[in-house]
Nanobody, 123 residues
Framework: QVQLVESGGGLVQAGGSLRLSCAASGRTFSIYTMGWFRQAPGKEREFVAY????????LYADSVKGRFTTSRDNAKNTVYLQMNNLKPDDTAVYYCAADRGLLSIRKVDYDYWGQGTQVTVSS
């Protein structure tokens, strides 16, 4: 089992940047694909990005492609989401999640979730 704790959220103006971190407990972090999801008020939780176990493969939702970058440091049991050129539509609670299976954009495939961190982008 793994526990995930996100940090780095906050309030930022449109065009600004934030970097989210997700720290994982345990010594088996490198066996998990890590995903980022977000949920805006009144909306379903949606896929943002994932990164493979080694970090060699990433995938982004079209809405964030070119603005967000995910990376991981397996030695530190941490995955990151660098968010640049933020827009008001990016306002949401952001979650990291861990998946022992194949790379997936489906939230049902992820086994463990963090508590989320709020990102608010003002116009």
């Amino acid at each position: 089992q793994v526990q995930l704790v996100e940090s780095g959220g906050g309030l930022v103006q449109a065009g600004g940047s934030l970097r989210l971190s997700c720290a994982a407990s345990g010594r088996t972090f490198s066996i998990y694909t890590m995903g980022w999801f977000r949920q805006a008020p009144g909306k379903e939780r949606e896929f943002v990005a994932y990164i493979s176990k080694s970090g060699a493969s990433t995938l982004y939702a079209d809405s964030v492609k070119g603005r967000f970058t995910t990376s991981r440091d397996n030695a530190k049991n941490t995955v990151y989401l660098q968010m640049n050129n933020l827009k008001p539509d990016d306002t949401a609670v952001y979650y990291c999640a861990a998946d022992r299976g194949l790379l997936s954009i489906r939230k049902v495939d992820y086994d463990y979730w963090g508590q989320g961190t709020q990102v608010t982008v003002s116009s």
